[in-house]
Every structure is written in C-alpha cells, then in structure tokens.
C-alpha cells in the first residue's frame, strides 16, 4: 500500500509540469550581457536595418530584469559636448533603449518565450508597453525575434536581432 501511494505521488508531481529548477534552468540560459551583431525588421514584404546595417549595443539579462540599449555604429559625434538641437534629434534617431521586468515560459522547440514589461526607455512610445520575444540560446549565440512597435519608424513589425555572449 505504501509502494502505491508513493508512486501515485511521484506521478502527480511528475503530472504538475516542470520544477522549479527546470525553469530556472531555461532562465539562466538568458542570464549575461550579449553583444548585438545584427538588427533587422520586416513589416509586410519589406525588409529595414532600423539603425543601419552596422548597429552596436547590449543586451543584459539579469535574473528580473532585461536592458537594451543599440545604436546605428556610424553615426557622427556630436561637435561638443553640448548637442545642438539637429545633433540631439539625430542621436534620438539612431539608437533605442529601453528596460523592464521579464517573465519566461517553458522552453519549446522554437525557444524560450520572454515577455518584457517596460517600464523605462528612451521613447515614451514603449514606455508601459510588453515586448514579447522567442529566444533562441546556441551555445554563445542567441538569436531573439518578435513582434513589437519599431519606435525609430513607429511600425509595428517583426524584428530579429542576433547576439553573442559578452561576459
């Protein structure tokens, strides 16, 4: 009788979904700073680099919280320190930040489902807005693709960038 209820319990907590320690293994996945390689997104049929095709930036993922910060890498310096308003109009075009609290799904065979509530960024346009992501983690490689509001061009589209691990 003993070797039954044991199994039967076994079997419920194998029924329940994974551990604790199996989701916070997908998690720690994310955790770390990686360099962005590549940013494109595509609205309909068309294809953008909406800060270039040599864009520069991070992306860290802490165990509560995710950062963005990319940047068109060819963009100019300013003249001085204090930017004029042509140069500060061109450096908010040319760069996006933004950060927030996250929370993570099972991972499946497309990757770990990530969604961001922002709640601090460079535009107000995503303040207080979720970006939702499929992460995809090889190795020192992570591919991230979703559907979000690009806020350089206001579209709403679907971008994927590639990161490598920075640590």
Do not use: C, N
């Amino acid at each position: 009788m003993k070797g039954i209820m044991l199994a039967a319990i076994i079997a419920g907590a194998v029924a329940a979904g994974p551990s604790q320690a199996q989701q916070t293994t997908t998690k720690d996945r994310l955790i770390g700073s990686w360099k962005v390689l590549s940013l494109k997104a595509t609205a309909g049929d068309k294809v953008t680099h909406p800060l270039g095709e040599q864009v520069a930036g991070y992306v860290t993922i802490t165990p509560t919280r995710f950062w963005l910060l990319f940047v068109d890498a060819t963009r100019r310096a300013p003249a001085s320190a204090t930017l004029t308003d042509a140069e500060s109009i061109a450096m908010m075009k040319t760069q996006v930040a933004w950060t927030g609290r996250y929370t993570t799904s099972e991972e499946t065979a497309e990757g770990i489902k990530v969604t961001a509530h922002v709640d601090a960024a460079s535009s107000q346009a995503i303040f207080d807005t979720d970006r939702v992501y499929v992460i995809k983690v090889e190795g020192d490689r992570m591919m991230v693709k979703g559907t979000v509001t690009v806020p350089m061009t206001g579209q709403k589209s679907t971008v994927e960038f590639e990161l490598a691990k920075s640590d």
